[in-house]
C-alpha cells in the first residue's frame, strides 16, 4: 500500500515539474520573442526619428546658407598677377619675351573670360598689330600669380598696309585695317576721272609707301606749266599761281570744257 502512495506521489511530483519546467521555457521563450521583437521596434522608431531630425537640420541648414556669401575658389587675375607676352615670329621663326602690366580689362577675371577679351582683340586689332601681322594670340599658362600670353606674327600675310577710298567725295588714306585713317588727303572725287572715282568707290590696296605717290610740301619756283589739254592742271595751278608769282599756265583755254569762265570768276574772287 505504502509503496503504490509512493508511486502515485512520484508520478505527481514527476508530471508537476514536467508541467512547470514546459511553462518556464515557454515563457523564457516568450520573453525572448517580445525583447527581440521589441528592441526592434524600437530601432525602427529611433532610424525614423534620427532620420526625421537629420531632415530637419539639412532644411534648417539650406536656409541658413542662403544668406552667406559661397566661397570661390576658381582662379582670378590682379593687379599683381605676372604678365608675360611670348611673340613668336614664323618669318624669323623666332621667340622673344617681355613683361608688362597686366590691362586693366583683365584684372579679375577667370580663365573663361580671359579668353574671350584676347577673342575679342582679335576681332578688333589694333593697327599697329595687323601692320606686323599678328596672326593669333592665346593663353599658354593661366594662374592667379602668373598668365602668359603667347602671339604669332606672320609679316609675310599682310598683303598690304594702306587703302584708299572714296568717303564723302574725299579721297581718304586708310591703314591695311580699312578702319583706321592714315590721312584725309582733302582731294575731292569730282577732280578725278571716272575711271579713278569707280576704283576708288571699290578701294585701292597700296602694298607700303614706295607704292603710293608722296608729295611734300616745298618752295614753289616760277616757271610754265604745261596742261596737256586737261582742264584740272590749268585750274590748280592757276591757283597756286595766286600764292607764287612767275606761274604761267600754257593752253589755260582748256577749262571751257567744264567751267568756261573760270578765270573771270576768279579774277572777281582776287578783286
Request: hydrophobic residues 35%; contains cysteine; glycine residues 6%.
Amino acid at each position: 500500500m505504502r509503496k503504490r502512495r509512493f508511486l502515485y506521489w512520484s508520478a505527481a511530483f514527476g508530471a508537476l515539474t514536467v508541467v512547470v519546467l514546459m511553462n518556464y521555457y515557454c515563457y523564457r521563450a516568450a520573453m525572448g520573442k517580445y525583447t527581440q521583437l521589441s528592441r526592434s521596434y524600437h530601432e525602427e522608431i529611433a532610424g525614423a526619428v534620427q532620420k526625421e531630425v537629420s531632415k530637419q537640420v539639412e532644411v534648417k541648414f539650406e536656409d541658413l546658407s542662403e544668406g552667406l556669401p559661397v566661397a570661390n575658389t576658381e582662379e582670378m587675375l590682379s593687379v599683381n598677377t605676372v604678365y608675360q607676352i611670348e611673340n613668336y615670329d614664323k618669318v624669323k621663326d623666332q621667340t622673344t619675351t617681355e613683361y608688362e602690366t597686366i590691362p586693366e580689362e583683365l584684372v579679375g577675371f577667370n580663365r573663361e573670360e580671359a579668353d574671350g577679351y584676347f577673342k575679342k582683340y582679335m576681332q578688333n586689332l589694333p593697327v599697329e598689330e595687323f601692320l606686323n601681322g599678328l596672326q593669333s594670340i592665346g593663353i599658354t599658362t593661366f594662374s592667379k600669380d602668373r598668365i602668359i600670353v603667347r602671339k604669332i606674327y606672320d609679316p609675310s600675310k599682310v598683303k598690304y598696309r594702306y587703302y584708299l577710298i572714296a568717303v564723302d567725295g574725299e579721297v581718304v588714306v586708310y591703314y591695311g585695317d580699312q578702319k583706321t585713317v592714315y590721312e584725309y588727303t582733302g582731294i575731292s572725287t569730282d577732280t578725278l576721272s571716272k575711271e579713278e572715282q569707280m576704283s576708288l568707290k571699290n578701294g585701292i590696296e597700296v602694298k607700303d609707301e614706295e607704292s603710293a605717290i608722296l608729295i611734300y610740301p616745298g618752295t614753289v619756283k616760277p616757271g610754265i606749266v604745261s596742261t596737256y589739254d586737261d582742264h584740272r592742271m590749268a585750274m590748280a595751278f592757276a591757283l597756286l599761281g595766286i600764292r607764287a608769282e612767275g606761274i604761267v599756265i600754257d593752253n589755260c583755254e582748256c577749262c571751257r570744257k567744264t567751267f568756261e569762265d573760270y578765270f573771270k570768276v576768279l579774277d572777281r574772287v582776287l578783286a
